[in-house]
C-alpha cells in the first residue's frame, strides 16, 4: 500500500470513530500537521512506533496496522487470517454498539417511570440538596395522593 493510500485508509478509520484530528493529536501526543500529512501522503508510510500512538484511539491492533502499512508482509494463507480479523474486529464493534444502544433504550423506558425513577435513581437534588431516603418516601406519597386512580 503506497503513503496516499494508507493515508487515506487511516483517515478512514479516524472518520469512523468520529474523532477530529485535533481528538487524534490529543490522543497519540502527535501533532495535528504531522497527522494532516500522514492522512494526505505526504509523510511516507508511518513507522511501527507511530502506529502504535493510533492503534487504540483507531480501533485496530498494533499488528493489523503494521499489515496495511506494509512492515508486516504476509503469506497468502496469513492474509486470508488478516481479513478474518478484520471481519471479526467490525462484528465486535457492532456488538458493542448494539449492546450499548439495547442499554440506553432500557435507561430510558425505565426513566419513563416516574416512581421507578424517583425510587431507583441516585444524585436526584432539589435546590441543590440531594434526596434523602425519606425525601423519595414522601415524594411517592404525595404522588399517590395527587394520583389515586393509578396505583
Known amino acids: 500500500m503506497d503513503a496516499h493510500t494508507f493515508g487515506a485508509y487511516l483517515r478512514e478509520l479516524r472518520k ?9 493529536k490529543d490522543a ?9 500529512q500522514i492522512e494526505n501522503g505526504l509523510k511516507g508510510i508511518p513507522s511501527p512506533e ?6 487504540d484511539p483507531l480501533g485496530v491492533s498494533h499488528a493489523h496496522l503494521m499489515i496495511k502499512a506494509g512492515h508486516i508482509v504476509l503469506g497468502p494463507h496469513e492474509q486470508e487470517y488478516d481479513i478474518l480479523e478484520t471481519e471479526y474486529e467490525e462484528e465486535i464493534n457492532r456488538l458493542r454498539l448494539q449492546e450499548l444502544m ?10 419513563k417511570d416516574l416512581e421507578n425513577f424517583i425510587s431507583s435513581r441516585s444524585g436526584i437534588t432539589y ?3 440531594e434526596l434523602t431516603d425519606q425525601d423519595r418516601s414522601q415524594i411517592l406519597s404525595m404522588l399517590a395522593v395527587l394520583f389515586p386512580d393509578r396505583e
Open 16 to 24: 469512523k470513530r468520529g474523532m477530529t484530528l485535533n481528538e487524534l
Open 28 to 36: 497519540t501526543q502527535l501533532s495535528q500537521p504531522y497527522l494532516s
Open 50 to 55: 507511530v502506529l502504535y500512538k493510533l492503534k
Open 102 to 111: 439495547n442499554k440506553a433504550k432500557a435507561v430510558t423506558e425505565s426513566e
Open 127 to 129: 435546590h441543590g440538596k
